[in-house]
């Protein structure tokens, strides 16, 4: 993309951005946090690639703020959405090249960031600094004072060049070695790189100052898999969850009802189900009548396709009508009791392996 299309697409997430949290304010269910989320995490990694570094600074604490509360560690709060609204107005005056008005400190102090690298970057450099940003890696300087006459070969077999690449990734130099020739008998030359290392681990290593631009950032633990059976048959249910356990926490249901319940306490938590095994025979409605309304809630919050519940219908019929009617309400996987332990071994690994690969 050009530029001029970066700060488009910037600006086209803004708005959608107001539009989402505009949505969750006015009664909007739990599944506009994750909608909100989305828009702030393509926002933090855009504004980082373009050099927005303040900008996504700002968006990097929220992102961090909506994690939590996806995941149920913390709840949607007014205080949370007026730190939306500044991160937005942020932004709005970055695109349009105005300082924005001081703000109230929010919630939560975001954590200081660096509006400059210290040395200039091409469009491959600011990349390569991109890249490490989203990846979590810390980002670091060094200056040192070199005289002039150093051979093309001594200057990129430096022993600061060595220590880099064996700490983590080289990001740009300046001057470049052409530039330095030409340079003055003694100047400065900066060495900008990334690393998953602290400041403290690499002073053991390097002995010039070293100035920290952005300490790593650990990757969030991802949630575990959430798993609810509803199955009346107690010796299903128990084999289910002996085999289960250990995916994940697992909530049993013995009726159609009392699943369906379950599965929307745990979306007004934001602590949604990724996986159910559903039996289709139940004392009190068909597991097909559960399936059909778990969709249609889905679809009605506009819940993305990577973030749907993935079911598996675990039944004695072997009906080919069952079977289709299961397919066309969406169902990912069909068991044929008795169930086998390498069965259903097999479908969650397959399962929790794409839930993951998607999220």
């Not at 855009?46 to 149920?72: M, N, P, Q």
């Not at 939560?108 to 490490?132: N, Q």
């Not at 100047?187 to 403290?200: E, G, I």
Request: aromatic letters at 6%.
């Amino acid at each position: 993309m050009s530029g001029m299309e970066e700060q488009g697409h910037l600006a086209d997430l803004v708005e959608q951005l107001e539009r989402e949290a505009m949505e969750l304010d006015g009664g909007g269910d739990a599944s506009g946090v994750h909608l909100l989320f989305r828009t702030v995490h393509n926002l933090k990694s855009l504004s980082a690639y373009v050099g927005l570094a303040e900008l996504a600074g700002s968006f990097h604490t929220l992102e961090d703020g909506l994690d939590r509360i996806r995941r149920g560690k913390e709840a949607w709060s007014p205080e949370w959405s007026d730190q939306v609204f500044r991160s937005i107005d942020l932004a709005r005056a970055t695109l349009g090249g105005e300082n924005p008005t001081p703000a109230a400190h929010p919630a939560e102090k975001p954590p200081p960031v660096k509006h400059t690298w210290g040395l200039p970057l091409g469009e491959a450099e600011s990349a390569r600094v991109a890249d490490a940003l989203l990846s979590g890696q810390g980002v670091y300087r060094i200056e040192k004072l070199f005289k002039s006459g150093l051979s093309l070969e001594d200057f990129q077999g430096l022993p600061v060049m060595e220590d880099v690449a064996e700490q983590g990734t080289l990001l740009a130099i300046h001057p470049a070695w052409e530039a330095y020739r030409n340079g003055p008998a003694e100047q400065v030359v900066k060495f900008l790189f990334a690393s998953p290392r602290t400041r403290a681990e690499l002073e053991q290593v390097f002995f010039d100052p070293l100035i920290e631009l952005q300490a790593p950032q650990p990757a969030p633990a991802a949630a575990p898999i959430r798993i609810l059976i509803i199955e009346d048959d107690a010796s299903t249910s128990a084999l289910l969850r002996h085999l289960l356990k250990k995916h994940g926490p697992c909530m049993v249901a013995g009726t159609a009802r009392d699943g369906f319940a379950a599965f929307l306490k745990a979306w007004e938590q934001s602590q949604p189900y990724q996986i159910l095994f559903l039996d289709l025979h139940l004392p009190d409605l068909s597991g097909l009548s559960i399936l059909s309304a778990l969709r249609r809630f889905e679809s009605d919050r506009r819940v993305p396709h990577n973030r749907r519940c993935l079911v598996v219908v675990s039944t004695a019929s072997d009906d080919l009508e069952d079977i289709k009617a299961a397919l066309v309400l969406e169902a990912d996987g069909y068991l044929v009791k008795p169930l086998s332990p390498e069965a259903i071994e097999e479908k969650i690994s397959l399962l929790k392996e794409t839930w993951l690969a998607e999220n």
